[in-house]
């Protein structure tokens, strides 16, 4: 019996290698190929594949918050295999039920493994209720926001503490984060969503005020009355940048500070 396949990589080599070693594994048929954690999400959903190869590491969403997204969203769970670089996920790969654990450069041999347990998997059928529920739950339990994420500045790779974050905005597909204090700066993330950006930050600090700024509440220095009974914000960098409130977020601001 042939299954279908998606592969899901940041890297195109990685992407192009694991592609061509099914291609020799046995009907396995890869239908999609996606380079981030909400592409996943998206091609799982459209082609409903039997088999997902999905990296661990990605900008934004990692591949176990792929998982997280698609219980959230009710859809069904495709057979996982996580190809990583590094081996320090592997019981946590287990924990959440994946087929098998690949590491990188991959092997001829062990990606037939993948394929065989995956097949015998599909054949015994989809996890239990129970199980899903246990499953959903693990993951929040576990699933932690790194401290630091990475930007790129005055042509080097720099790792910010989230707490130094001050705000970040999106103009033209591109998110610029901007730090806070005297001696601040200003990078561009990779990834390619405010949406994106904030699943990979803490969610107890850093709220979308507005459709095009997410701001860390802790960095707020002032709240600024605006016209028609609107709000900015004045934030804790070097510039005291002014950011607007969405009449839509209005309410959550109140919320926050009691006004």
Aim: aromatic share 6%; glycine share 6%; charged share 25%.
């Amino acid at each position: 019996m042939s299954l279908t396949a998606v592969i899901v990589d940041d890297e195109q080599l990685a992407r192009d290698e694991l592609a061509y070693l099914l291609k020799n594994a046995g009907d396995v048929n890869v239908v999609a190929q996606g380079k981030n954690g909400l592409e996943a999400v998206h091609l799982i959903k459209e082609h409903n594949p039997d088999l997902v190869f999905l990296d661990v590491q990605m900008p934004g969403l990692d591949g176990f918050g792929v998982i997280k997204k698609l219980l959230e969203k009710k859809l069904p769970l495709p057979k996982i295999v996580f190809a990583t670089a590094f081996n320090q996920y592997a019981v946590k790969a287990f924990e959440v039920n994946a087929v098998d654990y690949l590491l990188k450069p991959f092997d001829k041999k062990r990606v037939a493994q993948s394929v065989q347990k995956a097949r015998a998997r599909h054949e015994a059928g989809g996890l239990p209720a129970d199980k899903i529920d246990a499953l959903v739950r693990m993951i929040e339990a576990q699933k932690q926001p790194a401290s630091k994420i990475l930007l790129k500045a005055l042509g080097r790779m720099l790792l910010v503490d989230q707490k130094d974050i001050c705000y970040a905005w999106i103009e033209d597909g591109v998110i610029t984060v901007v730090t806070a204090g005297p001696s601040g700066m200003e990078g561009q993330s990779n990834c390619r969503t405010l949406e994106e950006l904030l699943t990979s930050l803490d969610g107890n600090l850093f709220w979308r005020a507005h459709r095009s700024y997410l701001v860390n509440i802790n960095r707020i220095r002032e709240v600024v009355p605006w016209f028609k009974s609107s709000y900015q914000l004045r934030m804790d960098d070097k510039k005291q940048s002014e950011i607007p409130v969405s009449r839509a977020q209005t309410k959550r601001l109140r919320e926050l500070f009691g006004l």
